[in-house]
């Protein structure tokens, strides 16, 4: 059992000191430790080679500066440093600096809920479906450009609390598996490795961002996460949980690691000394600070009620390694506990200076000229560059499930009507931590400009979120219930502002709103914040979030083109209302076109909601869409809804009455293809065995639309693949508080029938992948194995396959999985191309390595060591074996001497 400090009032520090040393003894007597197995301790300023470009020197030239500058602090100036929200110390030239910024799939702002027009990329689930880390790291050079823009522009901050987070989707319940990239621990450290780079920069003297490793660790169940501790057992710990760290540390360089809210084995993830001390700075050389999560400082105290007051939280948190409190508990609480002799004040220093190294190393201490990100210009945010990357990568992520019969790609000249159905259709759903893009394309959207069709939906001269220019902070954008977006975290004095509009014969405008209990009032300004107020409205009370009523109001004395600047107020804090369109009136009804030869009509019906019950009109409108239609595209799936942070689903399957409807409309129309619009994976058994088409197309960033129509006409070839297995049923898994990874979870313990395997996905062309070539018969300490292939496009379509390769380790007493990736590569081809792609794989590669809980280090087991070369986990097309020889090499068998991330590959 994990000691507890025991609840009285007065402190005794020894035993509060020693309890907090034991902290470290108890994840040894746990069997995750190395502590038999020493290791080159590799603290602060320990020297290694990362994948990012920061010199050993620059480091430590701005821990020098900042430990400086921190020496010259009072106390109380120094705690006053260990929160996100930091004030200004003007004496020292410190400015005030907020350290929580988001940029999960593209750049947010500060707290998440600031930047419009930041180009929204897919979210990490998706993007990890593409198979492709080069891909990765130019969507975050992208993004982090963007960030520098806003920085060089406004100011804002540069520390961010992602991405990545790296708490794998080891089962679909948990409520953030969009965050995500996928299950496989090589293929999460192989696409972490380049994210990171794409974050901080390749130069040698500063970063360009702070990336964010999270939630550290084991947090992978949101409904009772803040007082959840996860029971680990070693195995599960060093072979699983902990690769994608420790590749996004050692190799990738990350800057920030944030602690997680639960706990592991009884102890507070943020009072663990083990994780953040002995196991990230000691054991894997990080440099950088540990921010907790918001604010796990605080549930230290309440509700793990792991010690009993919280100055007793704020001492933990800091000895534990737990630099920056995202959150107040610190702040307030531990000048006393200094006081009480709890905690040193050389422990807060040396926090304030891992937190303070990174802003030198950011250049805000340097004369703007010498650091060379301060050049990126503005026009790189939302630029036609990054647009045209949005649509690569939303492309790439694409996975087809499923096509009888060639049944895709649709043939644009035979078809005349389309009928898109489904509740996700209409909606371009960006997922969590989301920015406010002015792209936003659902998948009906890019369907209708696929086929330049004929649209049933009327010109209404309604302007919505994607005609928004700026925004004050904390206002952002989100899926409404009605389809498309609303702007929603509207608060007191919240104002928004709109691309001109043309007043010349109107007077009236309507606004739909909606606002549960407080109520609003909004004031429409021309031109300029200040400028003449042209109506005022009151938002009534509407019963919910997304309980929508139209409102209207008269304008008059007022022509020609303008800014139009909305102003809210009301309420005594948190939001007040939401907005989804506003309407010049009278409407001008533009003449509906017939369709000119060759072009289809485009028929929308949602037929129902995400998860409610069924509306028999709706339903019936759908189905009745469905028999008029020469084919149907169903688009389907979970949204925030179901399923989000906080909060986790118990089932996979589509909620509400969207099975009933996918079926509905198939009796009626069997030319039916679905779409899974959707932020995490689904159980769609029944359709998998009777609709003829279907496409995963997990929430793929602003351009999702585009990308969905160019796959199901055939402008471009999906070549995506699962990242993460798709179950048939939650009765597959174990209980989602189940932290065994040998309990059945991924592909790699997996014994039973998945609706889709781990690496999946098909193609408009075939690939053959022929001539297995192992260039040596044993794999030692002294000597790497190389495995080649060639891989041919054998139909008549461009397109990609991505390679995969598998060991399965020589069978022993020890449970191991039953085959694991160990490298692959994307492969774009032309229709008769060819092409020879070569792995190495090393003896030190950690998927033949398992942990050995008496001797608490990594070993292997010798004997015949099985490689496989495929198209997926379930379809391997060659087989070989090799010798894999003892080990003889005392220093090998520890985790820092293994390597996490896919073998070097080679294509010619």
């Not at 990230?280 to 440099?287: E, N, V």
């Amino acid at each position: 059992m994990t000691k507890r400090i025991k609840s009285h009032t007065k402190v005794n520090r020894r035993e509060f000191l020693s309890t907090a040393a034991a902290l470290g003894a108890v994840a040894t007597l746990s069997g995750c430790s190395l502590e038999s197995n020493p290791q080159p301790q590799l603290c602060d300023d320990g020297k290694r080679a990362f994948v990012t470009g920061l010199s050993d020197t620059a480091y430590k030239k701005a821990r020098q500066r900042a430990a400086a500058v921190v020496r010259r602090m009072t106390l109380a100036e120094k705690i006053s440093q260990l929160g996100n929200t930091a004030p200004a110390i003007n004496r020292l030239g410190i400015s005030s600096y907020q350290y929580w910024s988001e940029a999960l799939h593209g750049y947010t702002g500060p707290g998440g809920v600031r930047a419009m027009g930041a180009t929204s990329f897919p979210q990490p689930l998706a993007l990890a479906g593409a198979w492709n880390p080069q891909l990765s790291l130019r969507v975050y050079e992208a993004v982090s450009d963007e960030v520098r823009a806003w920085h060089n522009r406004a100011g804002e901050p540069l520390t961010f609390y992602s991405p990545q987070t790296l708490n794998l989707h080891r089962d679909p319940r948990w409520g953030r598996c969009e965050e995500a990239p996928g299950e496989d621990p090589c293929l999460a450290s192989t696409l972490v490795v380049q994210i990171i780079r794409g974050m901080q920069g390749d130069d040698p003297n500063y970063l360009k961002t702070t990336a964010c490793a999270k939630h550290f660790m084991c947090n992978n169940c949101e409904d009772d996460r803040l007082g959840h501790s996860a029971w680990v057992n070693p195995r599960s710990f060093w072979e699983y949980y902990t690769r994608a760290y420790r590749a996004a540390v050692m190799e990738g360089g990350v800057f920030t690691v944030m602690g997680a809210y639960n706990g592991i084995n009884g102890i507070p993830c943020c009072a663990d000394r083990f994780l953040l001390t002995d196991l990230l700075r000691k054991r894997w050389g990080f440099r950088g600070y540990v921010t907790s999560d918001c604010d796990a400082v605080y549930c230290i105290y309440n509700p793990h009620q792991y010690v009993p007051t919280l100055h007793q939280a704020a001492a933990l948190a800091i000895q534990a390694g737990c630099d920056l409190n995202c959150g107040d508990t610190v702040q307030k609480h531990l000048g006393k506990a200094v006081a009480d002799q709890l905690v040193s004040e050389a422990d807060i220093s040396r926090a304030v200076t891992r937190i303070l190294t990174a802003r030198f190393l950011l250049g805000e201490f340097d004369p703007p000229e010498n650091v060379p990100y301060n050049k990126i210009s503005f026009t790189v945010v939302d630029s036609p560059a990054h647009r045209e990357l949005a649509v690569e990568a939303a492309r790439q992520s694409i996975v087809l499930l499923k096509n009888d019969n060639n049944f895709l790609p649709l043939k644009k000249s035979e078809l005349k009507t389309v009928a898109v159905i489904g509740p996700t259709a209409a909606q371009c759903h960006l997922g969590g931590y989301s920015g406010a893009p002015f792209v936003h394309i659902s998948p009906y959207e890019g369907i209708v400009d696929a086929l330049s069709g004929e649209s049933d939906s009327p010109q209404d001269g309604r302007v919505r979120p994607q005609d928004l220019q700026r925004v004050s902070p904390g206002v952002r954008t989100q899926a409404s219930s009605e389809g498309g977006m609303n702007i929603g975290w509207i608060s007191n004095k919240s104002w928004v502002e709109y691309k001109p509009q043309n007043f010349t014969g109107m007077d009236r405008i309507a606004i739909r709103v909606a606002s549960p209990d407080k109520g609003a009032t909004i004031r429409v300004h021309a031109d300029s914040l200040s400028g003449p107020i042209i109506a005022k409205l009151n938002v009534p009370q509407t019963g919910g979030w997304q309980k929508w009523k139209t409102i209207s109001a008269p304008i008059r004395g007022i022509t020609g083109e303008h800014k139009v600047f909305f102003k809210f107020s009301g309420g005594s804090g948190g939001s007040i209302c939401n907005m989804e369109w506003f309407q010049l009136q009278p409407v001008v009804a533009s003449p509906r076109h017939q369709p000119r030869l060759g072009q289809p009509v485009v028929i929308f019906r949602p037929g129902c909601t995400i998860d409610g019950p069924k509306d028999e009109k709706m339903f019936a409108e759908a189905v009745e869409a469905a028999k008029n239609a020469d084919v149907v595209v169903m688009v389907c799936g979970v949204t925030q809804v179901v399923d989000r942070e906080g909060h986790d689903r118990h089932d996979t399957r589509l909620t509400g009455v969207q099975h009933e409807l996918i079926q509905a409309c198939f009796r009626y129309n069997p030319n039916t293809v679905l779409v899974l619009n959707t932020n995490n994976t689904v159980a769609v058994n029944w359709e998998q065995e009777n609709l003829p088409a279907i496409v995963s197309a997990i929430y793929a960033g602003q351009a999702q639309g585009t990308a969905i129509a160019d796959v199901l006409f055939g402008d471009y070839n999906p070549g995506g693949k699962t990242c993460c297995t798709w179950y048939k049923s939650v009765d597959q898994l174990p209980p989602i508080h189940n932290y065994d990874i040998m309990k059945g979870r991924t592909y790699m313990y997996f014994e039973g029938d998945p609706l889709y395997p781990f690496g999946y996905g098909l193609s408009y062309t075939t690939f053959d992948i022929t001539d297995m070539h192992i260039d040596s018969s044993v794999l030692s300490e002294k000597k790497s194995v190389k495995v080649s292939c060639t891989v041919a496009n054998t139909g008549s379509r461009a397109g990609a396959e991505v390679v995969q390769f598998y060991v399965t380790v020589p069978r022993s007493s020890v449970k191991r999985p039953i085959k694991e990736l160990v490298g692959f590569q994307r492969v774009e081809l032309n229709p008769g191309e060819s092409r020879r792609v070569t792995f190495t794989l090393p003896y030190t590669a950690q998927a033949l390595w398992y942990w050995h809980d008496s001797l608490r280090q990594f070993v292997l087991q010798p004997g015949k060591l099985k490689l496989m070369i495929g198209h997926s986990s379930s379809d391997i097309d060659l087989t070989g074996e090799v010798e894999l020889q003892a080990c003889t090499d005392a220093e090998l068998g520890g985790p820092e001497t293994l390597s996490t991330v896919a073998v070097p590959v080679k294509v010619s």
